[in-house]
Structures are given as structure tokens and as C-alpha cells.
């Protein structure tokens, strides 16, 4: 069974029935809530990055470099990590996947920004996405950074673990978040993006109460581990 590690914002490291560890959103080192450090994270396969920016790629060059992980990310990301020096990528793009060792990964649309934090020339931005991953027999959904969209609703029936973001002012809110539940209708959820900062302070006791009894919300400390 895949096992899922919450780090704090929207970072994970999931690691496989197989061994394989992967790591989402990498963002430790300037994280004021993880758990770890970048140093601490130990062995990785996989860097998975939904979109550029810096809260979900802050550590993903020097991770890379670091434990010669591959990249999963969009093909701009996966180059402007070549001119840094990262030799290890696969380019993905919205409504793409492909069919890894431990698994398969499609991208999703996500709406939000598209800055590649690190390029200082201005020569890399790319779309947001979100994954869904099919991990040890289970669908889990990482939405990156979005706001509710209708194409939500052709997540419906194939998802068994959303992650959505709630903090509101640059990604949906708890209300709008609920309202995705409803589109997707996962058997759990579980809340990210929020309390980082307090310009995303939100209660997911609240968001709890909004979703009610269409899902089983999990709500996750950093260095809290979910096992679907």
C-alpha cells in the first residue's frame, strides 16, 4: 500500500508497496510549518512538481541534484531544470500520463499562475496541473494550487484520495473546496495550502462541516502519515 507523509502547504513524500519514494511540491527548507528539512528527507525517486512556484518547487533543483531523483513536471519545467543542470526528467502535460515502475501518472488542469520560480531571465513559465496518480491500487488526486473548476466533475468516479487546497486567497476556499468534493466524489479528503501563513489561515473543522457526509475528511499535521 502507498503511504503518504504531509510535510505542511502542499508537499508530500509517498512512498510505494515496491520501495519507490516519491516526493510532491518539495518545499521544505523556507517552510515555516514542515516537519523535516531537505537534508532529512533520505532516499527519492521521484520529484513530482504540480506547478512553478516557489512554496511547491523551492526545493526541487537541489533535491534533484542531490539524490538523482527524476522529475515528473510539465515540459517547460522539466527544461528550465535542464539548464540547471538536471539531466533526469520526464515532460508531462494536462490530460497526458504515462505508465511508471511504480505506477501511472496523468496530469489535470489546475487554474492558477504560471512563474518557474528560480529563472531569473524570464525565459520559462508554464501551465499549472494537479496529478492523479494511480499508486499500489489506489487513485489519489493532488490538485496543486486551483481554484474550482468544472472539469472537476470528470474526476467523478475515479478518484479514491483527494487533495485539495482550502487556504482561499490564491486557491479555493473551503466553500469552493467542499463544492469540488461534491464534483469529484472521492471516498477521502484530505486538506493542504492553509495555515502556512496567516493570509491562508482557515479551520478544517469548518471545511469538515461543509463537506459533511460526502466524503471522509483526514485532516493532516505536518509528519502525520496516511495510508489509503
Not at 513536471?73 to 543542470?85: D, K, L, N, R
Not at 487546497?165 to 472521492?186: H, L, Q, R
Amino acid at each position: 500500500m502507498a503511504k503518504l507523509t504531509f510535510h505542511g502547504q502542499s508537499t508530500f513524500t509517498v512512498e510505494t508497496g515496491d520501495g519507490t519514494r516519491l516526493v510532491i511540491d518539495p518545499f521544505f527548507t523556507d517552510n515555516p510549518v514542515s516537519d523535516v528539512k531537505r537534508a532529512d528527507v533520505g532516499k527519492v525517486d521521484y520529484v513530482l512538481c504540480t506547478h512553478g512556484h516557489f512554496d511547491h518547487f523551492a526545493d526541487a533543483i537541489a533535491l534533484l541534484e542531490e539524490t538523482g531523483a527524476t522529475l515528473i513536471a510539465t515540459f517547460e519545467i522539466v527544461a528550465f531544470a535542464e539548464t540547471q543542470g538536471i539531466s533526469n526528467g520526464h515532460p508531462l502535460h494536462i490530460g497526458g500520463g504515462y505508465d511508471f515502475p511504480f505506477g501511472r501518472v496523468k496530469m489535470t488542469p489546475a487554474v492558477h499562475g504560471g512563474q518557474v520560480h528560480g529563472d531569473t531571465t524570464g525565459q520559462f513559465t508554464t501551465v499549472p496541473g494537479g496529478f492523479l496518480m494511480h499508486l499500489d491500487g489506489k487513485r489519489i488526486y493532488h490538485a496543486g494550487d486551483t481554484a474550482l473548476t468544472m472539469d472537476m466533475q470528470l474526476l467523478r468516479g475515479k478518484v479514491d484520495v483527494a487533495i485539495l487546497p482550502i487556504g482561499d486567497n490564491f486557491t479555493m476556499g473551503p466553500e469552493d473546496a467542499a463544492e469540488a468534493v461534491g464534483f469529484i466524489e472521492p471516498e477521502v479528503v484530505i486538506p493542504v495550502h492553509y495555515d502556512t501563513w496567516p493570509l491562508i489561515e482557515q479551520d478544517p473543522g469548518h471545511f469538515a462541516d461543509l463537506v459533511g457526509e460526502r466524503a471522509r475528511v483526514e485532516v493532516m499535521e505536518p509528519g502525520d502519515v496516511y495510508v489509503p
